[in-house]
């Protein structure tokens, strides 16, 4: 895959990352979410163009409301870099493969995660209906796993989070995380499951210790771990990409 088709592929996945953004915040307000115009939080002016380019208008606008000036969330340029990075891995392994069976399952992953984090961020929600469909389409879907690879990883995921959601009777972690559990599992198998909660524990540790230190937070913040849970689902897929395409 030449350079070209990397950089669109990131261009077209900050695009489709800030459009999912938007649909779900909108779908938490129980907004119309499809159509409607963006606004700003604190001065409600409709956004202009210049304003709506992923990634380019925060870094021009150096992360400002261009009308009153109200900064705006660091999370909507790491949500579109995210996006973007995502949408590349998924486009990288298609270029290589060429298997559109793969890409369909990969995209289906890749937007189901990206919502989900987004609705964890905005109002700490879990969309449990939204995770059951997702794993019963990925599982039926064509993949280089087996049945068996997803059970157990669908199993562990729901046990992981499921154990400590019984212990803590339902305080240190919210039912919906073992929704997510299974659908990370489904998606990825075992055992990348328990790479992408891993690499979803260190994300909410640094972040944890990161608004500790800068007073953000205290030691009684609720702090959500769904949204660092749907990064380290996508980190993982790269990581299985990754090790395909080499092995
Ligand atoms: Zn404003």
Not at 44 to 57: A, F, G, H, M
Not at 68 to 93: D, N
Not at 188 to 203: A, K
Request: aromatic fraction near 12%; hydrophobic fraction near 55%.
């Amino acid at each position: 895959m030449d350079n070209a088709a990397y950089i669109l592929s990131f261009i077209l996945g900050t695009s489709i990352g800030s459009a999912l953004l938007c649909a779900a915040m909108r779908y938490a307000d129980n907004q119309n979410w499809i159509s409607g115009r963006s606004i700003c939080d604190n001065c409600k002016k409709v956004l202009t163009w210049d304003q709506l380019i992923p990634v380019v208008s925060f870094l021009i606008y150096r992360g400002k409301c261009k009308e009153c000036q109200k900064e705006m969330s660091w999370f909507y340029l790491v949500f579109e870099v995210i996006a973007g990075l995502a949408i590349l891995i998924i486009a990288a392994r298609f270029m290589e493969f060429g298997d559109i069976w793969i890409l369909a399952r990969d995209l289906v992953i890749v937007l189901i995660a990206l919502f989900a984090l987004a609705l964890d961020w905005y109002k700490m929600l879990v969309n449990v209906r939204l995770m059951i469909v997702g794993s019963v389409i990925v599982v039926l879907m064509p993949s280089g796993l087996s049945i068996a690879e997803m059970l157990i990883g669908a199993c562990v995921g729901i046990a992981f989070f499921g154990v400590q959601y019984l212990l803590t009777r339902g305080k240190g972690i919210g039912s919906g995380d073992m929704f997510l559990g299974m659908f990370m599992g489904f998606a990825l198998g075992w055992p990348y499951v328990i790479i992408s909660i891993f690499i979803g524990y260190i994300f909410g540790s640094v972040h944890a210790v990161h608004l500790l230190a800068t007073k953000k937070a205290n030691r009684k913040t609720k702090l959500s771990l769904g949204m660092y849970l749907m990064i380290g689902l996508i980190l993982a897929l790269g990581v299985q990409i990754l090790q395909l395409s080499i092995l």
